[in-house]
C-alpha cells in the first residue's frame, strides 16, 4: 500500500490512508453484525488488495496481527464464502483472495439457508401440537422462508443486475473467468 495524504472530510483520498479508513470502517460495520474486528479487518483488507493473493503472514503484517489470529480468522472466512485460498504451481504457501463476486456468493448461501430451514420447520410441524403455540412460530417458520424462497429471485435478480450495469458483460470482466458462487 502506497503513502496518501487525508481530506479531511471524513473519508481519505488515496493510498495508506485510504486503505487504513476503509480497513478499519468495515471492520467497524463487521463488528456491529457481530463478527470479531480482526475478521472484519482481513475481509475488509482483502476486499480492497489489488494483489493476486496474499498469505497470512502479509496479512498479520499489514494489519498488525498476530499470525494465530490471523490464521483462525482466515479459516472463518473461508468457511463462511468470504475468502477464497488460491494455490500458485510449485509453491506450498497458501494465498488468500476474495472473488470478484463474494456478494452473489452470499446469495446462494443464503439460498440454501432458507432451504434447510424451510425443511427443518417441515418436518418440525409433525412433532407439535396443532392447537399449541409452537405450532404456530414453527407453521410460520416454514411459511416465511417458503414466502422468501418463492418471492425473492435474489440471485437471478442480482445477475440480471450486474448484466445491466455491465453493459451485458458477464462481471464487468474483473473475474478473469471466476465463477460468481465460489467465494
Known sequence: MSEGRN????GPAEGEDFSHWFVESFADYRQSAGASRIEGRIA??????????????ELATELGASRG???TYVRRLIDRGFVKVIRKP??????????SDVWGGF???EHAYLENQRRLATEALAHT?????????VLNMRDYMG???DNRMLRSEWNRFKAERDGGERDGGAS?????GTA
Open 7 to 10: 481530506t479531511g472530510r471524513g
Open 44 to 57: 475488509g483488507y482483502l476486499l480492497i488488495d489489488e494483489s493476486p493473493g496474499v498469505t497470512a503472514e
Open 69 to 71: 489470529s490471523v490464521s
Open 90 to 99: 510449485r509453491d506450498r504457501t497458501h494465498y488468500y483472495a476474495m472473488d
Open 107 to 109: 446469495l446462494e448461501n
Open 129 to 137: 401440537d396443532p392447537k399449541g403455540p409452537a405450532h404456530i412460530r
Open 147 to 149: 414466502w422468501i424462497i
Open 176 to 180: 478473469g473467468g471466476e465463477n460468481a
